[in-house]
């Protein structure tokens, strides 16, 4: 079959403000939250521009994240 190319939706500065192994709760300027998955092998995570893991993920981080939609896998997640 064909590869559909998915365009991620962005969110950019969002606080993490709750994180379980598989998700993690996100929360914008204007106070809305996400929920976005999170895996260890599909979640490629940046901290200050370094290649990180998802576990260094904390509650309270302002990151940006590129996401298939809400509730589905972030599979991008920068950190400042």
């Known amino acids: 079959g064909k590869i559909n190319k998915v365009k991620l939706k962005q969110l950019a500065g969002g606080t ?31 901290i200050a521009g370094k290649k990180a893991k998802t576990k260094a993920l ?5 990151c940006d994240y590129k996401y298939f939609a809400v509730k589905d896998l972030a599979p991008r997640i920068s950190c400042k």
């Open 16 to 46: 993490i403000s709750k994180k379980t192994k598989k998700r993690i709760t996100v929360t914008d300027a204007s106070g809305k939250s996400y929920v976005f998955k999170i895996s260890g092998r599909r979640t490629k995570v940046k």
């Open 58 to 62: 904390k509650v309270g981080m302002v």
